[in-house]
DNA sequence: GCCGTTTTCGGCCCGACTGTTTTCAGTCG
């Protein structure tokens, strides 16, 4: 999936030369873009596909992992080689990378083959195989080279290439130039909603449901994946076709095809039949990895599972629901979100799936702002709408003083508002109003608001907005003095996703994690779709360190309230259930959890 | 490159679609 996203990221990355990579601390994810690298040179090579599939799972373990690197490295007790995918060589790997920020197995790869090349592969159509035909035949290195050849329409004249080829390598350039990133899963959303309301009403459309990314409740998504359960394939993709905001159709089979939307979306559509929707639609949600184990696990019994059911000597046994497919495989249903070839099958093998948190166990919503600082509903507006999504309690976080242009409270204000929240209590509006503060860790250090008017508050919630660019460890002293402050109850964008689509800030996870549960305190999931943040791997690294979570909306007006469910997914995909969090509580079980005794 | 209650070698998920072929390789998901 998401062809045009790879390609946007093959060319930020080829932006970002080895020696950035190189040379800072190695982190999980700067050793899972070494990999990753290593899989694209490797790939461009011609080598064996099952040794680069070796190296982009390696690196989708590590990414997807828990702990850091650095740290398993440093424990005595652990070895990189438990870590299921990491071998031997692998594990040496990843020990160099740690120990001297380089390898040399990379830099000989790079010497043979220049970097820029791998930009050629993000091209939609265009493969490891073809790729380095051009670069050898044509001496195509780089994007613009590959232009060249096509205008003078050299790459046509080459054996296995045609002249719809070229045209397709050219319209793929242009698309890749224009085309949209990866979308926000609330964009894909809507688009889905759309898009399945406009095949529903075809009388030929028994089931359909969007799969994929989507469907697993990814943080972005790439492309959309459609499935329809018919015996008529020809009119549900008429019918598709026929939708209003389709720009192009990129493919059509008798059962698939493609289109592309205004804006850039891919959509594919699948069509299979009633007894084969359960088998399509696990095979279309995905995860790969999730697949490629699943039929492994088949392959193992015997079996051989597709996208039409389960099967032995090519005799059906199941299909219809993707229920049948786990049970023939002894295991249970797993959650969409879940698929993602993490922990999923060991979880099951020990009958210890987790029963995922839901959006009705959240009891409260503690993290929002009012028209008092920067929000645009007002504090009646915002208990109303929490109360109307059935919430028992809300704590109103309005920025400190500090953030200015927030239009931030100092403490005579805070107490103000508080004597508000006060008087709303007393008129018994049907759900708990609390006395917060979503405080500001200063620059220097500290808190922005003094502990006396903290200490009369009911919940606190601390936050970096100034001062971003600070080292890593300065970022990190100042949230781990605001976790030591014993009024503070919670740290909101622990990781620093906190101004949409901007780089986070730098800070020592492990040590928050560490501090924020020896201390009790909790670290917020920000569940805004824009700046999500801890995302799924963050959460289930926190769960990981004993940490308490808790899920807010950060909501700036009333409607945003109903955003939790952008948290909730993130939580699931990290497997958290219902006790993992703790705002799935009374307000009475949680201020035995801050350990407030003042009523 | 990884992995092993069939294994330390020989496997590694599976099928649709396209373009270039004349039975298939490459690409994609």
Known sequence: MATVKQWHESLNFSKMRLSHLLGQPMTNVRIAEVFDQIADL?????????????????????RDLPDAITSILADPQRKLTDIDGIGDDLADKITTLAATGSLPFLEELLARVPESVLALMRIPGLGPKKAAVLYKELGVKTLADLKAACDSHKVQELKGFGAKTEQTILAGMTLAETAADRMLWAKADAIASNLLAHLKPLKEVKQLAAAGSYRRGSETVGDLDLLVDSTEPEKVMDRLAAYPDVAATIGRGDTKMSIRLEGGVQVDLRVVPEESFGAALLYFTGSKNHNIVLRGMAKDRGLKVNEYGIFRDDKF????????????????????????ARQEFAWAAAGELPELIELADIRGDLHMHTTESDGRSTLAEMAAAAKALGHSYIAITDHSKRTSMANGLDSRRLLKQWSEIDALNAEKPGILVLKGVECDILEKGGLDIDDDTLAEADWVICSIHYGQNQSRQQITERILQAIENPNVAAIAHPTGR????????????????????????????????????????????AKQHGVKIVINTDAHRADALAGLRYGIMQARRAGLTKEDVANTRTWVQMRKLIGKTHS
Do not use: Q
């Open 317 to 340: 046994l199941a299909g219809r629901t993707e229920e049948e497919i786990y049970r023939m495989l002894d295991l249970p249903w797993i959650a969409p979100e879940l698929r993602e």
């Open 498 to 541: 906190l101004i949409n689509r901007r780089k986070p800030y730098e800070v020592d996870l492990e040590a928050v994690y560490k501090a924020a549960a020896k201390h009790g305190k909790f670290l917020e999931l920000n569940s805004n779709p824009e700046r999500l943040d801890l995302d799924d791997i963050h959460c289930a690294a």
């Open 42 to 62: 490797l790939e461009f090579e011609g080598a064996n596909p099952f040794r680069v599939r070796a190296y982009r799972n390696a690196a989708r373990i590590v």
